[in-house]
């Protein structure tokens, strides 16, 4: 299934894709919640499969979509990760995975603009990244489970003003170091710096992510095209890797890392200005696609 999360009359409502329709969940049985979130926490993904032959309908292409979970209790920005992007960053390969969490007040739908910050809009990049979202509450399990706590996939662009990355190399001392990596993952913080979407594809129908095809491109030209077995850290192993510390519950988002083609590896460097689009996708899952505008 494809889920997703529509605006109608005003409000969020969780819904799945039939075909050029979307079914409206909660108006097809109203037992069920209206957010994709509480259907995760009720664990009634099936009973949601159900209702694909449900007449309760719109058409998808008047549908206005929002970040398929607008409220994660989490988002964990695994960074660092694909082989390709760390030798185009110069950057060694990480012996245990490293991730940061991201502001879920930066959540943004698909058709979004990504507002750029007045203080720091020269060096806007992209970082389209394939993303995980947690089924069930998802503590200490091991890689041979972990895809079981597993809802599906979705894609996130992981934003950054690239403006405080160089201070990070040339930092001494032990504050400095520590102070400048800080900083740089402040750039990603942005309001409207963390766009999601444009659906949730359930793990049934994409069942390797070791084996996905993601692709992001700036005003139609391809700036990222790679595979996920380009991945350090799998999803399996990253699940495994984290649960050992955090609470995993239903509807955390977990990326899973940039491929490379950012806009800072790149000579000359590369950024999004206002009037730009930018577009990730994957087959399975769809295309986020988000404008960029000057902040108000």
């Given at each position: 299934?494809?889920?997703?999360t529509m605006?109608l009359d ?7 894709i039939a ?5 409206d ?7 069920l919640?209206?957010?994709?979130k ?13 209702l694909l ?8 292409k008047?549908?206005k979509?929002?970040a398929?979970?607008p ?12 082989y ?12 245990k995975?490293?991730a940061?969490?991201k502001?879920?007040a ?15 809009p ?5 970082e ?5 979202v947690?089924?069930r ?10 895809l079981?706590y597993?809802?599906?996939?979705t ?6 003003a690239?403006?405080?990355v160089?201070?990070i190399?040339?930092a ?6 520590i102070?400048?990596?800080?900083h740089n993952l ?5 309001p409207?710096?963390?766009?999601m979407?444009p ?8 069942p390797?992510?070791?084996?996905v095809?993601i ?8 700036m ?23 609470l995993?519950?239903?509807?955390d ?7 490379s083609g ?14 730009d689009v930018i ?7 769809g ?9 108000a």
């Amino acid at each position: 299934m494809k889920l997703v999360t529509m605006e109608l009359d005003g409000r969020a409502r969780a819904g799945v894709i039939a075909g050029d329709e979307i079914v409206d969940i909660h108006a097809s049985d109203p037992a069920l919640p209206s957010s994709l979130k509480q259907i995760l926490e009720a664990g009634a993904l099936e009973r949601v499969r159900s209702l694909l032959g449900s007449k309760t309908r719109i058409p998808r292409k008047s549908a206005k979509l929002l970040a398929p979970i607008p409220d994660p209790g989490m988002v964990l920005s695994v960074g660092m990760n694909y082989y390709e992007h760390l030798k185009e960053m110069k950057t060694p390969v990480p012996e245990k995975p490293a991730a940061f969490t991201k502001s879920v007040a930066s959540i943004i739908g698909p058709g979004q603009p990504i507002k750029v910050p007045r203080n720091n809009p020269d060096m806007l990049d992209w970082e389209g990244e394939f993303s995980v979202v947690i089924g069930r509450p998802c503590h200490r399990v091991s890689a041979v489970h972990a895809l079981d706590y597993v809802a599906g996939y979705t894609l996130v662009n992981d934003v950054s003003a690239r403006d405080w990355v160089a201070p990070i190399f040339a930092a001494q001392g032990v504050m400095g170091p520590i102070h400048a990596w800080e900083h740089n993952l402040l750039g990603k913080m942005f309001p409207t710096f963390c766009p999601m979407g444009p659906a949730i594809v359930t793990r049934d129908e994409l069942p390797d992510p070791g084996n996905v095809q993601i692709e992001t491109r700036l005003n139609g030209r391809v700036m990222q095209s790679a595979n996920t077995d380009d991945l350090v850290f799998g999803v399996a192993r990253l699940i495994e890797y984290y649960s050992q510390f955090y609470l995993f519950r239903p509807g955390d988002v977990i990326t899973t890392g940039s491929p490379s083609g950012v806009g800072y590896g790149r000579n000359p460097k590369l950024f999004m200005k206002p009037g730009d689009v930018i577009e990730v996708e994957v087959k399975e899952i769809g295309i986020l696609r988000n404008p960029v505008e000057n902040a108000a």
